[in-house]
């Protein structure tokens, strides 16, 4: 490259650190205000802490339930994660590989799904949960979220379509059966879009607000995102203990993000590209 | 036989997603619809058919006309001002200056953790009282008084399209991003041969090539918009009065806060009928559209 072309490249750096400081900002704001008293938050919230101080953080883990409600999260999403990916990864199954008009059939039905909000059918789905006795039990909530399993169909389907037919045709010449064909030779060869679905449904059941909210509530079943919602009015005052409850809150997220974040751009660049 | 029962144990494969469908999906829907014609209020067993009732009631309920034409707006006002923010970001970040791992970081993280969340740190920010972050701000740089960020109707509607919109351009470059590094080089190359100069090179290059991408990122932008609920529920609770209510929100509100199932069935099915509209015009259009550059 040209040393003008560099130049200019430096020029980027300069131009878009404003920006990137203002997107930053609000995260620098709750970490910083961790640190500090009620008072000195009140008085400078944008300053560092006059007195770094550490007690919000104890006080936190003493006064709030956060590690339950991390558990709860933990073992909702697990759980309806697995139970997503298996579900939608069987029915692409007879779909590619055994099409008929049956199957034809199943996957015009799914495809609706894709235009139908959860919102749209949540009056009726309240009073179903509630005759099924599934309201204010996690299980209940990750038998809701199964219905997720239609989009991780449809992402398995378009990958499976690009498994050689040859190989489940040798297997049957072997003695393979339906269901062992599955499982021992294509479920094993779905592990890159299996990844991309277990992303893509983690992140919506984690942050997931609304299900919760209407779904669970006694506190001791309470999502993280549902604790911090409770959090926000028991500390209407308090903002310092609040913060370090978003934070805390954030560290898992953060970690997700570092580890995951080229699955996640690998992923929205596929759906993407195939539109 | 053996044939039937193979093909047996092929469809047992898709008898758990079709329960869960029918049950959790459809099953709703089509009650849904049923219930929006009655006077259902979730308690007494004897419900009559009222005909169009509900219906007509949603064009005269404050909340559900206000709760439609704030969703609207914010859905719009959002997938606007992402596409014109994500778009340029986009190719600043496909450039390759130093600090551009740090700035792809930065933009892409709050796509990650949860509107609610989110919406809630914000909420320190944009506080009305004159402890909030930024009316210290403009307090001690420019000497303007406290501003209503959160509480007067048009900039309450305005402030939670802007952290929406810090949420979640982010990822929408990325997804730019894919389609610009999917445009081989040499189209720039011989454009520049041809004595195109970068600002022809993007017009006539880069943009008709980024079409599909933004028909996805669009749709992706519509249907999420409408769907709005955590960001002005945490930032505003729907205020002041009912001018940030979004259609989630009045749904719950009517529906199970008030029992009234009749009236938010008849809005569940309003709801639907316009995310299907929105979805099959955007589509439509836009997929004209990549034609036309193309």
Redesign the interface.
Known sequence: MTKTFKKRLWILDILMLPAGLIAFFPFYLIIVNTFKTMQDAARSPMALPSKWIFKNYVQVFEETSILRSFLNSLTITACSVVLIVLIGAMAAYPVVFNANRLTRFAMLYLLAGFMIPFQATLIPLFQLMSDLHLIDKIYGLIILYMSGSVFVFFLMTGYMKSIPRELPEAAVIDGCSVGGIFWRIIFPLLKPITITSIIFQTMWIWNDFLAPMLFLNSSSKSTLVLQIYKAKGEFTVDWPMFMTLTVITLVPIFIFFIIMQKHIVKGIAAGAVKG | MVKFV??L???L??L???A??S???????I??FF?SFTNFD?YTEAYDFIGLKNYVRIFSDDAITSAISYTLFFTFGKALLVTLLAIPLAM?LD?????RN??R??????S???????A???G??LAPIG?G?LN??LRELFNIGPQPWLSAPLLAKLSTIVVAT?AIT??HA??Y???LQ?IPKDYYEAASIDGANRLQQIRFITFPLLA??M???VMLLL?GG??V??IPF?LTKGGPGYETYS??QV??LR??SETQ?GL??AM??V??LI??AI?IFQVTVMQRREQGIQ
């Open positions: 193979r093909q144990q092929f469809q494969f898709l758990p997603i079709l869960i469908y049950l959790f999906t459809i099953y709703p829907l009650k849904s219930l979730g600043i450039q390759k200056f130093l600090t740090i700035h970081a930065i933009f892409f993280f709050p990650i953790p949860s509107g609610l969340l989110l809630y740190i914000w320190f920010i402890s972050v210290t701000v810090w982010g990822w990325v997804l991003l894919a389609f999917s599909p991408a028909t996805v990122s249907t409408l769907k609920f955590e945490a259609i989630t749904i719950v529906g199970i199932y938010a069935s569940s099915i709801f639907f995310v299907l979805a």
